[in-house]
């Protein structure tokens, strides 16, 4: 691929960045680009859910420009960055030796809208499906204030500058309702509009944006720039609240109800092992047993995801899918009658490699992208 061809790697990143956001990262994660150069042309992208030995030496051989890993291979602070050390040290050395840049997209892509968890609800057939734990976006704050007809859009557009308006993955947000506003303007003072002195009565829009955490300056600071007024009138609240669109865990209905044997059944053949741990209410022989009804609801949440698991019940789900659970968690679930399937902690994150890897390429299609054929599951069933 000749270089006009190949993206930016800053330009990818920031695509992938808006399909899984930053802000989505749970706060002990490390997502995002951990090693390279955001200007430097990427033609050759691996995905993996880990950067082991045998995932390097296959990125170097295939030339990779870039290496995107599930769990980050920068995870706790590194001392040093040496070619002589074993693990995350010598391998990051050596990633830079030969020019592989390293992104990590793990909390992000779980709960982001389309990633792991609606990958790992789609093998269990889920419909009208919501997160087990909606993301709480940092609190930031709503501006209201009033603007003369004639000068929203400025004002507006000055805000959107700022950073205001920007809800979810879209930008540009605001409210606006049109009202009378009524002042007196004292001695001394110049009014925009009417005279000082004399009652006035202006057509007014009142314009609502929110404010991201942090931004609440900027945004007044915009605002007093754009606006036409002497005096600007303005009010900040504070915003709390939940995205339901996105979170960590999947729960839903079904589309085929089955017996809890069918439903193990197309968890294997999705996921395409041999085998799972399944703890669920026991029979009379003392056995977990495979015949306690339809079920029609269900809960999923990929990797180890054993907080979850009373949410899951809370919310109705007969069977919870998920990586690794602490047994005592599994005896909890079993005997408020909810079976749990465990499929080994990175057999249920792997299915999303092979999606990611196509929203890679509607990134950009002249991409040569491949998922690692060395990267496996440390266990096996034996």
């Known amino acids: 691929m000749s270089d006009v061809a190949k993206p930016k790697l800053a330009d990818l990143v920031a695509a992938l960045e808006r399909f899984a956001p930053p802000a989505l990262a749970a706060d002990w994660d490390n997502n995002g680009l951990l090693v390279g150069d955001g200007s430097a042309n990427v033609g050759r992208v691996l995905l993996a859910i880990d950067l082991t030995d045998a995932v390097l030496a296959e990125a170097i051989s295939f030339q990779a420009d870039l290496v995107i890993c599930y769990h980050p291979p920068i995870f706790t602070p590194l001392r040093a960055v040496r070619g002589d050390r074993p693990g995350p040290a010598g391998r990051v050395f050596h990633a830079i030796r030969a020019g592989i840049a390293l992104m990590a997209m793990h909390t992000t892509l779980d709960a982001t809208a389309g990633g792991t968890n609606d990958a790992l609800a789609d093998v269990l057939g889920l419909t009208a499906t919501r997160p087990l734990e909606p993301y709480a976006p940092p609190g930031g704050q709503k501006l209201v204030t009033f603007v003369p007809a004639a000068s929203v859009e400025e004002v507006s557009d000055a805000l959107f500058a700022a950073g205001a308006g920007v809800i979810g993955r879209y930008s540009r947000c605001s409210f606006r309702s049109s009202g009378t506003g009524t002042f007196l303007g004292g001695e001394g003072s110049n009014p925009t509009l009417g005279q000082a002195g004399r009652m006035e009565q202006a057509d007014e829009v009142r314009l609502e944006v929110v404010v991201p955490a942090g931004h609440a300056a900027d945004a007044v600071a915009a605002l007093r720039r754009a606006h036409p007024y002497e005096e600007v009138a303005f009010d900040l609240y504070p915003l709390a609240g939940i995205d ?22 197309r968890i294997k053949a999705g996921l395409g092992v041999e085998a799972v741990w399944l703890a669920a209410p026991r029979s009379s022989d003392e056995t977990p047993s495979l015949a306690t009804g339809i079920v029609s609801r269900a809960a999923c949440c990929a990797g180890s995801c054993g907080r979850l698991f009373e949410r899951a019940m809370a919310s109705g789900a007969q069977l919870y899918l998920t990586g690794e659970l602490r047994h005592h968690d599994a005896l909890a679930a079993v005997e408020a009658g909810m079976a749990v399937v465990m499929v080994r902690h990175s057999v249920s994150e792997r299915l999303m490699l092979s999606r990611l890897a196509d929203r890679v390429r509607s990134f950009a299609p002249h991409l040569e992208v491949r998922v690692s054929t060395s990267d496996a599951d440390p266990f096996a069933w034996a």
Do not use: K
Request: proline content about 9%; cysteine-free.
């Open 244 to 265: 339901e669109r996105v979170g960590m865990g999947r729960i839903g209905e079904l589309a085929d109800p089955a017996p809890l044997a069918t439903v193990v059944e």
